[in-house]
């Protein structure tokens, strides 16, 4: 025996170590001697001698370790395992085992056991160490991934890498290394750089030729990166890629980066250098060359989702891109027109024509956002559809037997916590009477790997019981057999409740359905009567009383094939209905109904039949078709009334601009006893005009004909021009026109500026009527603004007569005013104020007054326009107010209209002005002449013979000289309808002017047009 004992402690592969307590003498085997690579001669025998092989940490847990093996009077194994390092700096790696040998009284001795692991561990280390590589390199190209320490010399590649290389050993050193690369020079380049890789020099990038032993024109790149800044611990990480295809077709790469759905850009220290087509579209940019104009800073907002500025956002984004090789981060973004989406962004750093430079991806996520939030959406709508249909979902997993619950659970088993399921067997909630049957169907539906549904009695924890509906499904491994089922709890206690419930009433039912004042009909899968409504009997003139069991096709022959086609559909699961289906009666008369038709289940799910609903509406459909009648003679009406108005307007304006016209020309040299009669002749003429809009522009609103535009007009320039027209009136009647405008008071909105300034001229106008002393006062102000509109507070204020505040609703009806004294004394239809609070309510908003008699009134409303970033150009019109209108000689202008008299009117007022003009008395002529003289601008009639306003202009704008497209064109329209001006704007005139034009609006429009041809000359 003894030995067999020396042979296993001299010749095993096992280190063996014994220390004798009586001696206190170490001894070993052969076998630990050259684990440990030790000297045999210098082994001292009292002293542990491997004491120098542990770190400072695996000593200490060794020495508390012997202590207790040598002290402890019971035994003990202890295990550890060390990471050795010899003499010959080699290192080991070793599992060891100590336990201490008892006699009866004392410990007699420890042994340990040391077993060599090093090359299994080294196998770990080394997968563990791949790994890491990949994940490195995954982040970098997605190629093979290198490590190079420097402290060893050695070079580690991934298997992506070596099989790139046609490498066999995953660790080479500077020799084996230089094998790969065709030209030696190419070597020594990657050998200086990754040298003098340093914090300041951390990356670079190399490209060469292959040697052709790994193939021919194979070409590779490789990309180092330093990861640490201490020489002890400095290694170099990189990737390796096979770039051969790219360099062979270059031109194809091109393409698909062209073609690419996702936005590639090269930025460097300058900006964008380069893009593909995906960044142009997805910029909202015209082209390339527009794009290229831009920093990258101009497509992003302000700030990002998360509160921080795209500027410090974007810096820290590129660092960690520079510092890790790439990096990639979800980014708003900004297109050209302002709105915004979502973007994944790709950065990578890269070497372009000697310049750092970054490869930009932009993948847009919009959608995917979108799919995520509505997945997050319904997840929590399951768990909120779960707890309201008391239903719950359960797992089961076969390898383990535990079922796994969801929360909505909880009230179904009336349990605090759905932690406690996995406690709990499920078969103790089946009561005695089922639970052989539910195991019956679990195993079956294993085996046959089917759905199943089962009904159960439950008993809960607190006595109650329940029942529920249990639904399963098996799913498969990957290995083909069934290893969960998956499905679905539901509480349907109440419902069998409900049941028992419907079943003690179906006798009330079927009362029911007979003396229900609808026309329905409850029938089997043949179409046999089950029941059936006393109306339906005498909707349908049917003569037989009793119909159960008898067939709906024989009763009714003359059921017409598409209704039968229509029932078979419904006998198959679908639903159908008309509002309105005709068919013809046994006594030949035609009837309209409204009917339903649809199927009826029994408990198992199965279809039973159809139900059919119906209503006769033949009555409804005749009065109907009076309407309609009614409605088209209406709408025909409306037409002709339009048109008249339209006409009307046109025939009664023209006359009125030779009566206002002319009286303007006599006031200019009248006698002083001419001149009393020629005012009441222009007042009561400039009264009749105001008369004819108002009841024009209301009649248009009660049509409901008015739209409202959306354009970009100037605000500021608007309450600056509604101030200047009503100005003079009220410097004739001796008050102040003032206008307050805030100052951070938007100049450039959107809306439809010609109603807002309709309502504020009724307001101001109003205001200056009703006013013999002190000021009007209109001013504009910011109630409300943010990103995309601002709400501006309009007031008007006067120091008129006032209004009692019993009349306060009354003078916004139609033809009135506050009494019938202030009608005689002012004048007027009483639809200014009308018209003003229509057109606001149709805009979302209300005219507000407060007043009093003899103290003044003050109108205001409140008006949302969308924000505007149009940069309008300045101009500044001339001030005709109280003084002599300047000369305008050497202003050349052309008059197209067929109306003699409008042409008198102007050419006199021309004359007074050092106007030169033409007449052309058709638009053919006006087109002719335009190209026969160098007009300054022309004002053009909307109506002519032989070719009217609007074909002339744009018969003019058509011409091939740049002066046509320049020369400005005005509008004279005797039309007060509203559309008139887009039409006008929309063929290319620059204004317009309505007759009877007043002298000095005449003035002001041509002194403003002659001083911006002069600016842009």
């Known amino acids: 025996m003894q030995n067999l004992v020396n042979h296993i402690f001299e010749d095993t592969f096992v280190g063996y170590w014994l220390w004798d307590a009586s001696s206190n003498l170490n001894s070993c085997n052969p076998t630990l001697l050259n684990l440990l690579a030790y000297p045999e001669a210098t082994l001292n025998a009292s002293e542990v001698f491997w004491y120098d092989y542990l770190s400072a940490s695996d000593l200490f847990a060794f020495q508390n370790a012997f202590e207790e093996l040598s002290q402890t009077i019971e035994p003990r194994n202890i295990s550890f395992k060390w990471r050795l390092k010899l003499p010959n700096q080699e290192v080991r790696y070793v599992r060891a085992g100590f336990r201490n040998l008892l006699n009866d009284f004392s410990v007699e001795a420890v042994v340990g056991s040391f077993i060599d692991i090093t090359e299994e561990t080294l196998q770990l280390l080394g997968a563990q160490r791949e790994e890491k590589l990949y994940q490195q390199t995954s982040q970098l190209g997605k190629s093979g991934a290198w490590e190079f320490d420097l402290s060893k010399n050695w070079f580690y590649f991934n298997h992506p890498a070596l099989k790139i290389l046609h490498q066999p050993s995953a660790r080479v050193d500077w020799e084996g290394l230089k094998s790969i690369f065709a030209q030696t020079d190419d070597f020594l380049s990657f050998e200086r750089n990754v040298k003098a890789l340093s914090p300041s020099y951390s990356t670079f990038t190399l490209e060469f030729e292959a040697n052709k032993s790994l193939g021919t024109g194979r070409w590779f790149r490789i990309i180092a990166e330093l990861k640490s800044a201490t020489i002890s611990s400095t290694k170099v990480f990189g990737i390796i890629q096979d770039i051969t295809d790219f360099k062979l077709f270059d031109e194809r790469l091109n393409v698909i980066f062209e073609r690419s759905t996702d936005a590639h850009l090269v930025f460097d220290e300058n900006g964008i250098i380069d893009c593909n087509a995906a960044a142009v579209q997805m910029l909202g940019c015209d082209d390339k060359a527009t794009l290229l104009r831009y920093h990258p800073a101009h497509f992003s907002p302000d700030f990002q989702p998360d509160g921080i500025t795209s500027f410090e956002k974007s810096k820290k984004m590129d660092a960690l891109a520079r510092q890790n090789g790439y990096h990639r981060f979800e980014w708003l973004h900004k297109r050209l027109d302002g709105t915004t989406f979502l973007a994944e962004v790709t950065l990578n750093p890269i070497r372009l024509n000697q310049k750092d430079a970054l490869l930009v991806v932009w993948h847009d996520i919009t959608e995917r956002k979108k799919a995520e939030a509505k997945l997050a959406n319904t997840q929590l709508l399951l768990a909120e559809t779960q707890l309201l249909t008391h239903s719950a979902s359960w797992v089961l997993d076969l390898s383990t037997h535990i079922n796994t619950y969801s929360s909505a659970a909880c009230e179904i088993f009336e349990i605090e916590n759905v932690s406690n399921f996995p406690k709990i067997n499920p078969l103790d909630w089946i009561d005695e009477s089922a639970k052989a049957h539910y195991q019956q169907v679990l195993e079956q539906a294993i085996q046959t790997e089917e759905e199943f549904e089962i009904e159960l009695l439950i008993n809960l924890q607190n006595g109650k019981k329940k029942v529920i509906r249990k639904i399963g499904k098996p799913t498969i491994s990957e290995s083909g057999k069934v290893d969960k089922i998956i499905g679905a709890i539901l509480d349907i206690t109440q419902e069998r409740k409900d049941q028992e419930a419907i079943l003690i009433k179906q006798e009330q039912f079927a009362s029911f359905i007979t003396n229900t004042p609808a026309a329905i009909a409850i029938f089997d899968t043949k179409l046999n009567y089950i029941a059936y409504s006393q109306h339906w009997i005498d909707s349908l003139l049917i003569k037989e009383q009793d119909l159960v069991g008898k067939n709906h096709y024989e009763v009714l022959p003359y ?58 509406i033949t009555d409804q459909i005749e009065a109907q078709n009076t309407l309609i009648l009614a409605k088209e003679e209406a709408e025909q009406a409306a037409v002709a009334k339009t048109q008249f108005l339209s006409t009307m307007s046109h025939e009664i304006r023209t006359p009125m601009n030779a009566v206002i016209g002319i009286t ?189 008699p003899g103290e003044g009134s003050t109108f205001y409303f409140d008006l949302r326009l ?21 000369s305008l000689k050497g202003l050349k202008l052309l008059i197209a209209d067929d109306n003699r008299i409008n042409i008198i009117v102007a050419q006199q007022f021309f004359k007074r002005w050092d106007i030169e003009s033409d007449v052309a008395e058709n638009g053919v002529l006006a087109v002719q002449m335009v190209q026969q003289s160098d007009y300054d601008m022309v004002l053009m009639d909307l109506q002519m013979p032989e070719m009217d306003g609007y074909e002339a202009t744009k018969s003019i704008r058509a011409l091939s000289n740049d002066r046509f497209a320049q020369i400005p064109i005005i509008a004279l329209t005797a039309s007060a309808m509203l559309d008139i001006k887009d039409k006008a704007f929309s063929v290319g005139m620059n204004d317009y002017i309505s007759k009877p034009f007043n002298p000095d609006d005449l003035y002001r429009k041509i002194a403003l047009y002659k001083k911006e041809n002069t600016q842009e000359v």
């Not at 035609?590 to 609903?613: F, H, K, L, S, T």
């Open 866 to 886: 969308k924000n505007s970033s149009f940069q309008f150009k300045k101009r500044t019109e001339p001030d005709m107010t109280n003084q002599k209108h300047p």
């Open 559 to 616: 059921i017409p094939q598409k209704w039968k086609e229509i029932n078979d559909l419904c006998l198959k699961g679908e639903i159908h209905h008309s509002e309105s289906d005709s068919f013809t009666r046994t006594d030949g008369k035609q009837e309209w109904i409204r009917w339903d038709v649809r199927p009826w289940y029994m408990d198992a799910g199965e279809i039973g039949g159809i139900i059919i609903c119906i209503d006769v």
């Open 664 to 852: 303007h020309l006599l006031m200019q040299n009248a006698r002083e006893d001419q001149a009393e009669y020629l005012k009441i002749l222009k007042f009561s003429a400039e009264n009749l005009l105001v008369l004819i809009n108002d009841i024009l522009d209301f009649n248009k609103i009660e049509a409901g004909k008015i739209t409202f535009e959306e354009v970009d007009f100037n605000l500021k320039d608007l309450l600056l021009n509604i101030r200047a027209a009503l100005l003079q009136k009220a410097i004739d009647k001796g008050i102040q026109l003032k206008l307050l405008m805030e100052d951070d008071l938007p100049e450039a909105v959107k809306g439809d500026s010609v109603r807002i300034g309709q309502i504020l001229t009724n307001l101001v106008s109003n205001a200056v009527k009703f006013t013999d002393y002190g000021r009007v006062t209109i001013s504009a102000s910011i109630l409300k603004k943010d990103a995309d509109s601002t709400t501006i507070t309009f007031e008007v204020k006067d120091t008129g007569i006032g209004i009692p505040q019993d009349k306060w609703d009354s003078i916004f009806d139609s033809f009135t005013q506050a009494s019938s004294e202030t009608t005689r004394k002012y004048g007027g239809t009483g639809l200014g104020l009308t018209i003003t609070k229509r057109l606001l309510e149709l805009q979302g908003s209300k005219i507000q007054l407060e007043s009093a």
